[in-house]
């Protein structure tokens, strides 16, 4: 009843306030038009906003950030010249400086590399000088900047398009590395990655010591050691670490990006992509080589390496994929990081090229268990094929440099670590740390044996997963299909595979031959039974230098496979001659469809 004698009042109300309305409108043309000015330019102002505003496209950011796609930048920016009129005067002094900037790069690489550029055709002929011309490259290419250090590296992965010698000379660049560098912004680093006030209230609980120097040098980053106290770590951050369980103080590496570098990296690649196109203008039958293509790959390598987040990522996933107890394989622990900092675990450990290279040791090689190295051997084999058929999360910088071994882990995951003999007399100690203190360089040695007390139980440790490949689906039934079709001597179809994985299979002069040379190789490859008689990096080296003759441009993620397992097969023979990579691969391609 309420709500009933409630509605007339409310209408005469209603009629009464429209009246007064109109009345008002009809009274006031003045504030009429006034209204209506600002209506019209609140209108304008909002579809102004709406046409010239930034548009976010999430697209990108949902995709898998581990496939080897061209950098797509997520915002788009939009401005009417209006906008651009406003801020002219600091966009010219930008570009300005940014145009200084670049002339004045230009100049220094052109005087280090045009010199290499005229002194080429000498060396080409004199071989006396050929050597000392490749070691004037290096230097140069190391000299020249983080971005041209990684650009060698990288073109050693790019069989199918550099020559074998290239390669190989590009690939001591993996193993190079710059002086040392004093930690100076220690406290600013710790405050960084940990939070702002950690430095004043945890640093001196947390951190036993930190060396000032660095451990490790590297053309981004560089690394240093620290010991930290596991509780009062644990307590500093609240997070706790099951895989301190037992430890009372913990060793951890501390990687810094340089300073500067993305900028120095944005710098040399304008130019670079600025050079490639005017060689292209001046010389267009290299378009067949699709240079800018394979610039934009590097550049999209590179900048994810910049980033540290992405290796901090990646480590995380490595160590939930491989639980080190079963499988033998270890990742570093991630304990924080940022954009330019990961704080992680110091992995003791050998460098796996000095236990190959210790086969040459004839006083070692007598001491030598056969059943350790092949056990070594399949760890390395079982965890490469456990990344590409398994996990589809493949380390795509698999050179000796980040792969370390080590012995004897406990249950408790305590190190129990022997990486030599036992000193007999103590003057042996003694000259083995007076050669430390001189920063003497020796060579470690490895005890192998089949003692119940020194049961050697090897442990793989893989570092620097700032470059990881993951296929799309397509690519990783096709990967899958190329590796059945060499295990079951289809080398026809293999041809064919890899026309499909190329970038542009247009560029190749005559598929049917290329296929007819690829199924050739697979013949003659499968006659062989074990990795010695084999020979694997052999086999691939031909096959990338037929499918660089037949301008086949294989995509970079297939590439950084298959040189993974190059790099297998590399230590893998030298530990086990009858280790069978094809016989290893079996169950993970004929059980898959």
Not at 217 to 245: H, M, W
Not at 419 to 424: D, H, L, Y
Not at 514 to 530: I, P, T
Request: aromatic share 10%; charged share 25%; glycine share 4%.
């Amino acid at each position: 009843m309420l709500s009933l004698r409630l509605v007339g009042p409310l209408r005469a109300g209603s009629s009464f306030l429209a009246r007064r309305s109109i009345t008002t409108y009809v009274a006031s043309p003045g504030r009429a038009s006034i209204r209506l000015r600002l209506l019209a330019a609140a209108s304008g102002a909002g579809l102004y906003t709406a046409l010239h505003l930034k548009r976010v496209h999430c697209e990108a950011l949902l995709e898998d950030p581990w496939l080897l796609t061209p950098h797509v930048n997520p915002i788009l920016e939009k401005r009417s010249i209006i906008i651009n009129f406003v801020y002219l005067p600091w966009y010219l002094i930008c570009r300005s400086w940014i145009l200084l900037r670049r002339i004045t790069r230009c100049l220094a690489l052109a005087i280090r590399f045009v010199p290499l550029a005229i002194t080429y055709p000498l060396a080409y002929r004199v071989h006396s000088l050929h050597e000392l011309w490749w070691a004037w490259v290096l230097y140069t290419i190391q000299s020249s900047g983080p971005t041209f250090i990684k650009l060698g590296q990288w073109a050693s992965t790019r069989r199918d398009i550099f020559s074998k010698e290239f390669c190989d000379r590009m690939s001591i660049l993996h193993t190079k590395t710059r002086r040392q560098r004093y930690f100076r912004d220690c406290d600013k680093v710790l405050d960084e990655v940990f939070g702002e006030g950690f430095v004043k209230n945890h640093k001196d609980d947390v951190f036993v010591r930190i060396e000032p120097y660095s451990i490790g040098s590297g053309c981004i980053a560089q690394v240093y050691k620290g010991t930290v106290n596991v509780d009062a770590l644990e307590r500093a951050i609240g997070k706790k670490f099951p895989q301190f369980n037992g430890y009372v103080e913990r060793e951890v590496a501390i990687k810094v990006a340089e300073n500067g570098v993305e900028e120095q990296i944005n710098l040399d690649l304008s130019i670079l992509r600025n050079a490639t196109s005017l060689v292209l203008k001046l010389m267009p039958s290299l378009s067949y080589l699709e240079p800018l293509s394979a610039l934009a790959q590097f550049e999209m390598v590179l900048r994810r390496q910049v980033d540290l987040r992405n290796e901090a990522r990646a480590l995380q996933r490595f160590s939930e994929n491989f639980d080190h107890k079963k499988t033998g394989v270890k990742f570093p622990t991630v304990i924080g990081y940022t954009k330019n900092i990961i704080v992680e675990t110091f992995e003791h450990g050998m460098y796996i090229n000095r236990l190959v290279a210790e086969d040459n040791d004839p006083q070692l090689a007598t001491r030598q268990s056969p059943k350790v190295r092949r056990r070594i051997a399949l760890l390395g084999a079982r965890a490469l094929l456990k990344m590409i058929f398994v996990d589809n999360f493949v380390h795509g910088d698999l050179h000796p440099g980040n792969i370390l071994i080590r012995f004897n882990e406990d249950d408790q995951g305590l190190p129990g670590v022997h990486n030599a003999p036992p000193k007999e007399t103590i003057f042996e100690q003694l000259l083995e740390q007076i050669r430390n203190w001189l920063g003497w360089r020796t060579t470690p040695r490895v005890r192998f044996t089949d003692s119940p007390e020194l049961a050697d139980e090897p442990t793989l440790v893989m570092l620097d997963t700032g470059i990881v490949v993951s296929e799309t689906e397509k690519n990783l039934r096709n990967l899958k299909a190329l590796f059945r079709a060499i295990l079951q001597k289809q080398g026809y179809k293999a041809g064919e595979l890899l026309l499909s994985h190329a970038e542009n299979s247009r560029n190749c002069r005559d598929p049917h031959e290329f296929c007819l040379q690829v199924d050739r190789l697979v013949e003659k490859a499968m006659k062989e039974r074990s990795l010695r008689s084999l020979n694997i990096s052999a086999l691939l080296s031909e096959m990338f230098s037929l499918v660089a003759a037949h301008r086949v441009y294989l995509d970079s993620s297939f590439t950084s496979v298959v040189l993974s397992v190059m790099v297998l097969e590399g230590f893998g023979r030298s530990l086990d001659p009858d280790l069978d990579l094809f016989q290893c691969a079996r169950p993970y391609l004929l059980n898959m469809v």
